[in-house]
Structure formats: structure tokens, C-alpha cells
């Protein structure tokens, strides 16, 4: 079993709390600190033990993986979490033109879910595990 660090970012009220609960995790909730265990499509393990922060000033070494998320229709978080990944990523573009899709902006895959109603919550979590993993 891969075991990784993974943190939810994204402005405040963006679901993220919401998102970590929809993968039926274990909880530790004094933390609270989510601890949930992937299979990917090739049989390989992998337990994600998540976190989340609306805090943009992120202690990178305490982390191997991030999810960004944002609200779509609240466009200053998305503002927030394009902040937050010009942080995290060292290879975007200084003159990216702005207003193209995040995952062209920041090459970072892009997924449009919802955790409200339980649509591709896992996916995000699956590519994080294949980008680890290979
Ligand atoms: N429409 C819709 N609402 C959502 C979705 N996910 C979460 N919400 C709502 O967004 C609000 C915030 O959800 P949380 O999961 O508490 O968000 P959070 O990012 O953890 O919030 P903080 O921890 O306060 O920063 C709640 O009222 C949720 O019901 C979604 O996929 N669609
Ligand atoms: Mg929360």
C-alpha cells in the first residue's frame, strides 16, 4: 500500500469539506484528517490521507498531492484557486493569456464535479493516484 498526503484547497465554501465526505473515508475528527484507500484501474493500492485548508499560504513539504477547488459559479474563487496553483506549479507561462481554462493555464487536469451530488468525486483522486504512482 502507497500511502500519500494529500490537501484540499480552494477558497472558503467551496465544497471541499462536502468532497472529502463523499469518499467514504475514515475520519479522525479532531483534525479532522480524512484516510481513504484507492484502487487504481490496474489493481494498484493507494491510501490518501487528505486534509483541507482555505489557507493559501500552504506548507508544501508537509504534502506529496494537492486538489484545487473551486466554485463555479463563484469566480473569485476560482480567481483564488488559480492563485493557489501559480504557486504550487513552477511551469506556468509568465505571459499566459488569462481566461482560458485552468487546466491549459496551470497543464494540471481539470474535473468538473460535484460533491453535493455525488457526480466524479472520486476522479480527481484516481488521476492523483496515477500521477504518483507511475
Ligand atoms: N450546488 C452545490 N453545492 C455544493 C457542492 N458541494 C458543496 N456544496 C455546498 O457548499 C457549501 C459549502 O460546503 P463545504 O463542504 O462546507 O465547503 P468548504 O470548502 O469545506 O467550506 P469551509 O471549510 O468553510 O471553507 C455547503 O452549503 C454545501 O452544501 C456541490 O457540488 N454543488
Ligand atoms: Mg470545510
Known sequence: MFTCRV???GAQRT???ILLESLNGQVDEKAPVYTINFATNDN????FICSESSNNNINTHKYDGFVVVFDLT????YEYSKAICRDLTDDCPGKTVEGIAADRVFRVPLFYIS??????????FLTLAKLILK
Open 74 to 77: 463563484n469566480m473569485q474563487s
Open 44 to 47: 494498484r493500492n493507494v491510501r
Open 7 to 9: 490537501l484540499v484547497v
Open 115 to 124: 460533491a453535493k451530488l455525488n457526480i466524479d468525486v472520486e476522479k480527481p
Open 15 to 17: 465544497g471541499k469539506t
